[in-house]
């Protein structure tokens, strides 16, 4: 009794273990394409990373082509009188108004970028204050105005927007830098552990088939039952 219940727990059925290993390596394959699908998350928000980065950069192009644009119709109409320079202040200066908005909103969402935007409006704040006042004096006031644009005080205005713009530029660069290098390396790392995963997977579903297909009900351990005298 006791030899014939040995027999039954030691006598396996190879077609269980290849059932498991097929199971097995079925597991092993959805954890490796996890991790493929995991890599394509990162090279999609890489491009993300890529079109904020631009995003960011163009706002900062167009502010400072827009603040040129605004000294320059200042100039033009304290010389000339034109009304066209007027129109083409309040067209400009709206401009630069909308493109400081679309940079605080890139801004708020990036807190390595906030303290110099913040820096950023209280420049163009200050900018456009100077440059409202002067327009504001009506034409044929050639010598208030090349005071303005003389005088280094003043001039200070300017390179406070373009040093707080150089910054952002310079942050908003590294911060795309420093996350390309962080996604290359978990990427490398995923699709090694990926590819890593997939052979053991296709080892086991080799294994599974193979016991699977020639397997038959065996005894691991060869205890033969007694034959009765």
Known sequence: MRESLAVRLH????????????????????????????????I????????????????????????AGVEMTVRGFA???????????????G???AAMRELHNLATVEPA???????????????GALYGSLIGLGPQRQSIVA?????????????????????????????LAERHADAEHRARTTYRLAFGIAGLAFLAGS???????????RSLFAIPPKSSA
Request: no cysteine; hydrophobic share 50%; charged share 20%.
């Open 79 to 93: 010389l000339t009188g034109d009304p066209m320079f007027l129109r083409r202040y309040n067209q400009t200066h």
């Open 95 to 97: 401009y630069l108004t």
């Open 11 to 42: 006598t396996i059925d190879l077609r269980e273990f290849g059932v498991s290993a097929l199971v097995a390596a079925v597991a092993l394959f959805v954890a490796a394409m996890a991790m493929l699908n995991q890599n394509v998350v990162e």
């Open 147 to 175: 005071e303005a644009i003389t005088d280094p005080a003043k001039r200070r205005l300017t390179a406070g927007v373009i040093n707080a713009l150089n910054r952002m530029e310079a942050i908003e660069q590294r911060l």
């Open 207 to 217: 294994l599974g088939f193979a016991l699977t297909l020639f397997g038959r009900r």
């Open 44 to 67: 999609r928000q890489s491009f993300t990373w890529v079109e904020r980065a631009h995003a960011v950069q163009t706002r900062i192009d167009t502010i400072n082509a827009r603040l």
């Open 113 to 127: 970028l906030q303290a110099d935007e913040a820096d950023l409006e209280m420049a163009v704040a200050r900018h």
